[in-house]
């Protein structure tokens, strides 16, 4: 004889929630066609350790695609309605089977149904509105940093382009015209780089902030300061090496960042990005204390950017003695820059090589 479990039921406008009472539920088979459900599992119910099976002729066609879980304690089973109403019974026989009861846990009379299924609209909308923002500001983000790399990599790469031609057309004499032919161009650069202190302070991008500015000042001070402020620093080499230096690391660097705002990867430039670094960094470093440097002569004979003191100690501070500790400070933060790159590299391609395995 067949064993039948007990089985609990509510309803929503659009669902009906049935709760099988088998312990440890095994080899369950659900059926349904049209309106006929049909369930067969082997588990512990009111009779022990047996097969449970029962049919249930529901008052309306429901769609065939059934959901369950099974727990410990019971199995729940989702059948959806194939049109949205309430029911005003569960099945086509108006004296409900023996092993059938309300499952007042999940109980609800239709007025309140209808008020839980708006109150869940709602809630889906304000998700979806809020999703809908974000992705908006996402897309607004993306954009602006998609065209300020572009931007700047642009800038770059024509003075990266423009300082290699010139030196293998005029040689060594391109090397002492550097500043009138370039600089325009590494001034709107490096003054559009100050946007990168701003996206690292307001989180538009990953990095740190200390980082950054460390380089964006530290590359500021030498083209206003050292070199923009001093006409007899303009046909100097180190000019050259600075300039070119600085250009080749942002050839790799903006390109990437570029593509990793659209979620593409480009390996070899990857590869370049976090390597180039490794040796140009340092060389950039010694170029730029280099300039500095030559530069304290100057400052201390035009006595530009003097520091006035009191007549009773003198007439001024050169500015010279500045640049003795900015010279200290630029190693200094030649080692923090280093370390945190260093550490970039590291992590990104542990991170690729675990992906590997």
């Not at 588990?43 to 879980?69: C, D, I, M, R, T």
């Not at 026989?93 to 846990?105: C, G, I, T, V, Y």
């Not at 809630?123 to 979806?128: E, V, W, Y």
């Not at 325009?184 to 780089?193: E, G, P, R």
Request: hydrophobic letters at 45%; a positive charge; glycine letters at 4%.
């Amino acid at each position: 004889m067949a064993l039948t479990p007990l089985v609990y039921w509510a309803q929503r406008h659009e669902e009906i929630y049935l709760r099988v009472e088998l312990t440890d539920a095994q080899n369950i088979d659900i059926h349904v066609h049209e309106n006929i459900l049909q369930f067969r599992a082997l588990g512990h119910g009111a009779k022990g350790q047996n097969e449970y099976n029962f049919n249930l002729e529901l008052l309306l066609p429901v769609k065939p695609e059934v959901s369950h879980k099974s727990t410990q304690r019971q199995v729940n089973i989702i059948v959806r309605k194939n049109q949205r109403g309430w029911w005003e019974r569960l099945t086509v026989q108006e004296r409900k089977p023996l092993f059938l009861a309300p499952d007042f846990d999940r109980w609800l009379e239709e007025s309140d149904a209808e008020m839980e299924f708006q109150q869940r609209e709602e809630k889906r909308s304000r998700i979806r509105a809020s999703r809908h923002r974000e992705e908006g500001f996402i897309s607004l983000k993306t954009g602006f940093l998609v065209v300020y790399n572009l931007v700047q990599f642009l800038g770059f790469s024509w003075i990266f382009v423009n300082m290699t031609v010139r030196l293998i057309i005029f040689g060594q004499d391109s090397l002492y015209d550097t500043f009138h032919t370039i600089s325009d161009v590494m001034f709107f650069c490096q003054i559009l780089a100050a946007v990168e202190v701003l996206n690292a302070a307001f989180g538009l991008v990953r990095t740190g902030v200390i980082p950054t500015v460390i380089q964006v000042v530290g590359r500021n001070f030498i083209l206003f300061i050292i070199f923009g402020s001093l006409e007899e620093m303009h046909h100097q080499p180190v000019v050259f090496f600075v300039f070119y230096l600085w250009s080749t690391i942002e050839i790799f660097r903006y390109p990437f960042y570029m593509l990793g705002c659209l979620n593409t990867e480009w390996k070899t430039l990857t590869w370049l990005r976090y390597t180039v670094w490794i040796p140009l960094y340092p060389l950039g470093v010694l170029a730029e204390a280099f300039a500095v440097i030559q530069s304290i002569p100057i400052f201390d004979k035009t006595k530009l950017f003097s520091i006035p003191v009191p007549k009773a100690i003198g007439t001024s501070v050169s500015f010279s003695y500045l640049l003795y500790v900015y010279l200290v400070l630029m190693f200094l933060g030649l080692f923090i820059n280093f370390r945190h790159l260093y550490k970039q590299r590291k992590r990104r391609f542990r991170t690729k090589k675990r992906k590997a395995n």
